[in-house]
C-alpha cells in the first residue's frame, strides 16, 4: 500500500478534470476519508494506490468519462497496465472484457512509494443491478468499460465539496452505508492481491473501512447517520429502502461475532486508514457496538415503523 497526501492528490486530481466535467464527479474511497479527516493535517498520509471517481448521473457518464479520459490522455497520463483484460477493445468486444479506465499521472514511477493511479466508475442506470456491472466507453484508442456497483449511488449522494477544488468527495457515513449494504454477510471470497503481506476476505476489508471511518468521525452520538441513512435510501433506492434498511447491520453483526473475521477487519485498518492512529482490538469493537447501537438500530427502527404506517394505510377499519 503506498502512502499519499489526500490534500496534494485530491487537488491534482481536481486540477486535471475538465472544469466542464466537473460536477460530474465525486471522488470516493480511502483518498475521500483521508480528506474529510486529515486535511487539516499535512503529516497524515493515505495508505492507497488507487483514486476512485464515480461519474454521475448516469445518462451524463459516459459523454463525461469520455472528456476526462480524453484529457488526461492528451496531457501524458500513463494506463495502468494490470489485470486481465489489458488492451482495448472494440465494439464487438463484450462489455465485460473491456479494461478499465485507470491512469497514472505524467512522469510518476508506477514502483515508487508515492505512486497512484486515477479509476473511473459510474452509478448504476438501475435499482435493479446486482454485482457488478459494465458500461462501454468508446475512446479513439479503442473501448473501455466504466464499473459500477450496486450500491455506488449511496457513494455519490449529497456529495460533500472538496473545500476551493470544484469537484465533490463521498461524505464519510455515506461510504460506510454502502460498505453496509453491501455485506449483509461475511463471504468467503478474498481479495485479489495481499493486504498487508495477508490474504484478506473482502467482506472483512469493506466492513473493517466502517470501523475506521466511525473510528475516526469519534461521534458522541451516531444517531444522525440513522436520518443521513434513511433519507439516501429513501432517494437511490425508492422502491425497497426499508427491506434494505432492516438488513443494513446484519453484516457488521457478523463481524463483531467472529473473533477471526474482526481480527482481519482489525488488521486493514492498522494498514489502512487508521495507520497514523492505530486502535486496539477493544477500541475497534466499541467504534463498532457504538455505531449498531446508535446509527444502525435506529434506522432498522424507523424502517419497521414505515413498514408498519403502509400496512395501515391499506387497511379498511369498519
Same mark, same amino acid.
Given at each position: ?212 471511518? $466511525?473510528? %475516526? *468521525?469519534?461521534?458522541? #452520538? ?8 434513511? =433519507?439516501? /435510501?429513501? &432517494? ?17 453483526? $457478523?463481524? %463483531? *461475532?467472529?473473533?477471526? #473475521? ?8 492498522? =494498514?489502512? /486508514?487508521? &495507520? ?43
Amino acid at each position: 500500500m503506498n502512502q499519499i497526501s489526500p490534500t496534494k492528490v485530491l487537488s491534482e486530481v481536481a486540477a486535471a478534470v475538465p472544469v466542464s466535467c466537473r460536477e460530474n464527479i465525486v471522488v470516493i474511497g480511502s483518498l475521500a476519508a483521508g480528506f474529510h479527516f486529515f486535511k487539516n493535517d499535512p503529516s497524515k498520509a493515505v495508505r492507497t494506490k488507487d483514486v476512485d471517481c464515480v461519474l454521475a448521473p448516469f445518462h451524463a457518464a459516459v459523454g463525461a468519462g469520455q472528456a476526462i479520459t480524453r484529457r488526461l490522455l492528451d496531457e501524458g497520463w500513463q494506463r495502468r497496465m494490470a489485470g486481465d483484460h489489458q488492451q482495448p477493445g472494440n465494439a464487438g468486444t463484450p462489455v465485460d472484457q473491456l479494461p478499465a479506465v485507470r491512469l497514472y499521472p505524467p512522469g510518476v514511477d508506477p514502483d515508487s512509494a508515492e505512486a497512484w493511479f486515477i479509476e473511473l466508475l459510474t452509478v448504476p442506470e438501475s435499482t435493479e443491478n446486482e454485482g457488478r456491472k459494465w458500461t462501454r466507453l468508446p475512446l479513439d484508442e479503442g473501448h473501455f468499460g466504466l464499473p459500477t456497483f450496486r450500491f455506488i449511488s449511496i457513494t455519490a449522494f449529497d456529495a460533500l465539496p472538496a473545500d476551493d477544488l470544484g469537484i465533490r468527495y463521498a461524505r464519510p457515513e455515506m461510504m460506510a452505508l454502502a460498505n453496509l449494504l453491501e455485506h449483509p454477510e461475511i463471504k468467503p471470497e478474498r481479495m485479489s492481491g495481499l493486504f498487508a503481506g495477508r490474504a484478506i476476505k473482502r467482506s472483512n476489508k469493506d466492513l473493517g473501512r466502517v470501523l475506521a471511518i $466511525a473510528t %475516526l *468521525a469519534d461521534l458522541d #452520538d451516531y444517531r444522525p447517520w440513522a436520518n443521513s441513512w434513511k =433519507n439516501a /435510501l429513501e &432517494a437511490c433506492f425508492p422502491n425497497e429502502w426499508r427491506s434494505l434498511a432492516i438488513r443494513v447491520g446484519a453484516g457488521l453483526r $457478523a463481524l %463483531l *461475532a467472529s473473533r477471526s #473475521d474482526f481480527e482481519e477487519a482489525h488488521h486493514t485498518c492498522l =494498514n489502512g /486508514l487508521l &495507520a497514523s492512529q492505530p486502535p486496539t482490538l477493544d477500541a475497534l469493537r466499541s467504534a463498532g457496538d457504538r455505531v449498531l447501537g446508535d446509527a444502525v438500530e435506529l434506522l432498522e427502527e424507523l424502517a419497521k415503523v414505515q413498514t408498519v404506517r403502509t400496512l395501515l394505510v391499506g387497511i379498511e377499519l369498519p
